[in-house]
């Protein structure tokens, strides 16, 4: 990796973006998760490469609706297991969700290096590389799944999920959770939950409110996931880019 | 490369993207660039993937100041080269100006590569695989100039320039063009004229204007450079991007 000093203005970024040229040289992630990893770095920069108090509330969202799900599991391409690997292992523990490798450009091999990473980084549960059932709607490749895994699953986590898969997921009558920097994507308009962060704070701060919240009941659960709304969290955020597109003029 | 249909609404934007990635295939654009592409794609979906008035009048400004120039010269790296080197070599005939490959992940084999690029796709003075200059104030390989071509250059058009290496040419004395999708760069606030648009439609249109413009006296030229309001520019654009988020919304 290319030395960056830890005074860097934009130290994270830049550390986020070697971690992802690193996974593409370990086989991880693809080339064009690079790009969609750029993409993703112009609006953080636009929402202050900071997590907003927008996203804090669709956060604390999520990880109640993880807390309820009777069948929680986490989805993870190559740009997730390059850069959180070991988190949404702890967190996958934590929830007691298995992960399943989901890649939009999917070969065998990338799938298997992927799934060794995640169970050297402490993940237990693992699908993917075995998939038996193919989600209606999608072209072969992206349709695959486990029936154990995000086949069975009432709510699924799929950070940086694409638009198509996304809808299928919710057509089948499952609830979904994205983590997407871009408020006006597909996903994010699609997903029931939308996390608009930088997945390097997103997945920690999940685990974080997991943790708090993890003695509640069902009810005050049921009761943060139902104050939330996703359209009018959408139209927070692209408020707060607006406020922000003047802070920087 | 993958097919994709041309009727897909953003054809363009991932025809781009395959360009690209066949770019990192060829040795001629480096995975950073991938992800810098994959900025400027946010960016550019935010002004509504085309050119606005504002980037128009910008690139008019631009073509003038080309036309004026006494030793005008094109600065070259990996992802133009990927994307525009046709274009760019038609335009250097028109400007009678010469390419100079310039990097910011510097390997001799793709200085090489790219120079041969541009030599097969029809560029007669190409710069940049012999420098015997270093520009002050950049670390060495960065540095790198050719006596002939930047080194003596009074203006430099700059495709997707850093901000350090713009910002070192402008103390040089140099006039700097550069093409950005992002005003709020440090690149587009220090450059003499930024062009928002994405540069495969900016090249195109500045060899129009430049065309339309050749016949043109210096003082007509002239007008139209000081005309011309860098700083009042990016602010424009800062209003299209938030006018088209409202759009978007």
Known sequence: MTEIPEDHPRYMSLVTREMLVKGVNDG??????????????AFDYLIGEKTTGTAM???????????????????VNGNTAALVSKEICELSKLIDAPVEVNLFHRTEERVGKIVKRLRSDGCITIYGDNPDRLIPGLSHDRAKA?????????????PLEDGDRCEA???MGKKVITIDLNPLSRTSRMATITIVDNIVRAIPNIHAFALEMKSMSPMELQ?????????ESLSRSLEDIAENLKKLQ
Do not use: H, Y
């Open 28 to 41: 991880i992630t693809s080339m064009q998760g690079l790009i969609a990893q750029g993409r993703g770095e």
């Open 57 to 75: 509330r669709a956060t604390k969202a999520a990880a109640a609706m993880l807390l309820l799900a009777e069948r929680p599991v986490i989805s």
């Open 146 to 158: 486990s029936s154990e895994g995000i086949w069975a699953a009432d709510v699924v986590l799929v």
């Open 169 to 171: 997921l919710i057509r």
């Open 223 to 231: 009761e943060i996931v139902v104050e939330f709304s996703n359209a």
